[in-house]
Each structure stands twice: as structure tokens, then as C-alpha cells.
């Protein structure tokens, strides 16, 4: 067993495949209750800029598990304004709301991009916006439209204009990778020969911590995305591994073997002596900060096999929260602090679990098989996760509600340890 805790800090394995991942929606699951939504095709979106909006908000709609999309080329009305709309045509294709909107030029080569989101039942606009940007960032339009219109629909915050991070084994090499949570402009960060693992997100989006194995050993490096310069925060004597940001962006949790086993050290960001937060004779490893940066969930085998534990960050007792199960691994914490995502190994399958803190209710959100390294949207009702399809690493996105699972299928490419951003993702 301990064995197999400790691959949790030095191993992963790929198999080897191309360089290109590209990420396609696929929903297997739920659809019972999702809103039924009109985007019909934007005024002038396929001449005017680089990439038409109209594909792009369906499928992030389609992504969040909250949306049926409704064929509007059944309907013959394609509206530009709302009082182009004819709702009784979008009443009988059964459509709830309707959203559309046009891109007309701008002054000194910009466009300027328009949308209405319109209730079918109660004729009324329910959001919309201008903008006015080149015509190459109408990806990112799309994306903000999407989020204007999931919240209009849920009351939450939509979460398209969010990035995700993986690990990609590319041939010989792994390539540490961003992208849209669509897996649409994805960038390189880091490319090395040696194996990567661990990224994870800054508060403010704007760097990665991870590990990399680039010097015959794992250490902890911080990189900043905007520049593409880093340092190596944790150094130390043996194995440094298993990063995890404070709420704050001023530390980083870290699973160091300074005394002999791992056990989990706070260090600043910008490095520095770091001081020790568990304390067993066992291995400590995988911590994850509470938002409010008071406490710290990590795994540990103290007990024998790996279990999920909670202790203050400044030390002292830790205190045990999974009990069912004799292997629980990966905590991560829901940005509202009240919800729990981890994986519980059972039989042959790992599966991806979810409890309610205050209740003790638990969920599995995954299908059976090898699944891995869950992590939170940041407003809280996704769960991103690895696992196997076909012999492949893929990427599946969760409702928390256990409604739908998304299939991210990923071509040409295996990916392993995915984190999802934060919303000030630049």
C-alpha cells in the first residue's frame, strides 16, 4: 500500500502519442433538466472575424450539462434584433429562450459584436452586451457571452472564459500545457524530457506551480505565464512534490522527504526556509488548502492505508474525514469551503467521489474504471477530472449534481493531472 502512495508523488506513467490535443464536448450523461436554448448564427460572424461565435457559445453551453441546445435551422426565423424574434415559432420548437446577435464594423479595424438573450414564454430580454474588440478575439467574446448567459439562466457565474491545465506526453517528451476549457488554444509552458506533474493554478491565474524531474529529481518550480520565467521554490534534500497554492498566492503547500518520509511544509511562494505542518510516522502528501486558508486537507497511511485527513495550517492534531473505503487520495475543496472532491480506490475501479461537509452525504460523480486528479470550476458545480477511454487519457468534466458527465475526448494525445483555474484567468 505504501507503495502506491508513494507513485502519488514520483510516477506518472503516458503512453506515447502525438503532439496536438484537441478537446471535443461529448455529453454521456443526465439532460433531464436541462434548459432548452436557441443560439442562432450571428449576423456577419463568418466574414467579419477570424473565428464565427455562434459554434462556439453551443458548445460551451452544451460543456456546462445545464443546456439543451435547440435546432434553430428547424426554425425559419433567424432574428438580429428582438423584434426580429417570432416566439410562437420558438414556442413550438420548444425552445425556453433564444439568444442571437450580429458583428458590424467598427473604427480602425475592429468589430463590434452584439447579443440579446430573449424568455421565449415571457417575450422579454433577459441580458445582452456590446462589444467592441479585433476581429481575432472573438473566441473570447463567445466565451464571455456563454457566461452572461448562464448566469442569466442558473443565477450563477459562468465559468467559459476559465482555463485548464494538463500534462502531455508527446513522444519522447511532456509538454505542460493551457488551454481553454474547451482545449481550444492550447500553449505550451514547458517542454522537457523528463517527466512533469502536479501543475497548479495561482489564485490570480497568473502562474503555475508544478513539478519537474528535469534535474533527476522532483522539484517544486513556480512559473509565471506572462513572461515564461520561474524559479525553484522547493530544492530541498530528497524528494519536493505535490504543490498546492494558499487562497492568498503567498505560499505554497509542499510534500518534502527532508526528515526521511514525506510530510507536508508550508514555503513562500518566492521560496525560503519552509516549516513543517504534519507530523507522522507515516507519508503525508497531496495537501489542499481551505478557501479561507485556515486549514489543510491532505492524505496520509498513518493509519495504514491512505486516507484523507484535516489539520490546521500552523500543526497540530490532524483529524481523520474519510472513513468508508481503505484508499482515499487527491483532496481538493469546493471554492465555497462546503463540498469535498477526492478519489476513493474500490475494487478495481477509482473513482471520482464528492461529500458534503456539513451533511457527510457522498456521491460518486465518475463512472467505474481508472480515474484521477479531480479539481473544482471555480464556481463550484463541475468537477474535472482524468481517466481512461479506449486506452487513451481523457479529460471529463462533472455536474456536481451527478446529473451529466462530459466527455473531453482528447485526440492525438494522452493527458494526465488537469487542474481548472481560477476565474481571473488572463
Wanted: no cysteine.
Amino acid at each position: 500500500m505504501r507503495t502506491l502512495l508513494k507513485l502519488l508523488l514520483t510516477v506518472v506513467l503516458f503512453a506515447a502519442s502525438a503532439a496536438q490535443a484537441e478537446i471535443v464536448v461529448e455529453i454521456v450523461g443526465g439532460g433531464a433538466n436541462r434548459h432548452a436554448i436557441a443560439v442562432t448564427p450571428f449576423k456577419d460572424e463568418t466574414s467579419r472575424v477570424r473565428e464565427p461565435l455562434t459554434p462556439v457559445i453551443r458548445n460551451d453551453l452544451n460543456l456546462s450539462g445545464a443546456f439543451r441546445i435547440v435546432d434553430a435551422v428547424s426554425v425559419a426565423n433567424v432574428p438580429y434584433e428582438p423584434a426580429d424574434v417570432r416566439y410562437p415559432l420558438w414556442q413550438s420548437a420548444g425552445a425556453q429562450s433564444v439568444a442571437f446577435g450580429k458583428v458590424e464594423p467598427a473604427a480602425d479595424g475592429q468589430v463590434k459584436i452584439s447579443f440579446r438573450l430573449m424568455d421565449v414564454a415571457q417575450k422579454k430580454q433577459l441580458t445582452g452586451g456590446e462589444f467592441t474588440v479585433s476581429p481575432d478575439r472573438a473566441r473570447q467574446v463567445a466565451h464571455t457571452i456563454a457566461d452572461m448567459i448562464y448566469e442569466a439562466i442558473t443565477g450563477q457565474k459562468g465559468i467559459f472564459n476559465t482555463r485548464i491545465v494538463y500534462v502531455l506526453k508527446a513522444g519522447r517528451d511532456y509538454l505542460l500545457q493551457v488551454a481553454d476549457i474547451d482545449g481550444e488554444r492550447a500553449q505550451t509552458i514547458l517542454r522537457s524530457k523528463e517527466p512533469i506533474i502536479s501543475p497548479s493554478w495561482s489564485p490570480d491565474g497568473r502562474r503555475l506551480a508544478y513539478v519537474s524531474f528535469e534535474s533527476k529529481k522532483p522539484v517544486v518550480w513556480v512559473q509565471d505565464l506572462a513572461t515564461g520565467s520561474r524559479r525553484a521554490v522547493a530544492n530541498f534534500k530528497g524528494s519536493n512534490s505535490a504543490p498546492a497554492w494558499s487562497p492568498d498566492g503567498s505560499r505554497l503547500a509542499v510534500v518534502l522527504t527532508t526528515t526521511g518520509n514525506s510530510q507536508v511544509y508550508v514555503v513562500s511562494a518566492a521560496g525560503g526556509s519552509p516549516r513543517r505542518v504534519s507530523y507522522s510516522d507515516g507519508i503525508d502528501t497531496e495537501p489542499a488548502f481551505t478557501p479561507d486558508g485556515s486549514q489543510l486537507y491532505f492524505v496520509s497511511d498513518r493509519t495504514g492505508g491512505p486516507q484523507i485527513y484535516r489539520s490546521d495550517v500552523n500543526g497540530g492534531p490532524a483529524q481523520r474525514v474519510t472513513w468508508e473505503g481503505g484508499y482515499n487520495v487527491s483532496p481538493r475543496v469546493s471554492p465555497d469551503g462546503k463540498t469535498l472532491t477526492w478519489i476513493r480506490r474500490e475494487g478495481g475501479s477509482f473513482k471520482v467521489m464528492m461529500k458534503d461537509l456539513a451533511t457527510g452525504d457522498t456521491r460518486q460523480l465518475s463512472e467505474n474504471g481508472y480515474n484521477e486528479r479531480p479539481s473544482f470550476a471555480p464556481n463550484g458545480r463541475m468537477v474535472l477530472y482524468a481517466s481512461q477511454s479506449g486506452g487513451k487519457s481523457v479529460l471529463y468534466a462533472a455536474n456536481v449534481d451527478g446529473g451529466s458527465r462530459m466527455k473531453l475526448a482528447v485526440i492525438n494525445g494522452d493527458v494526465q493531472d488537469p487542474s481548472w483555474g481560477p476565474f481571473n484567468n488572463p
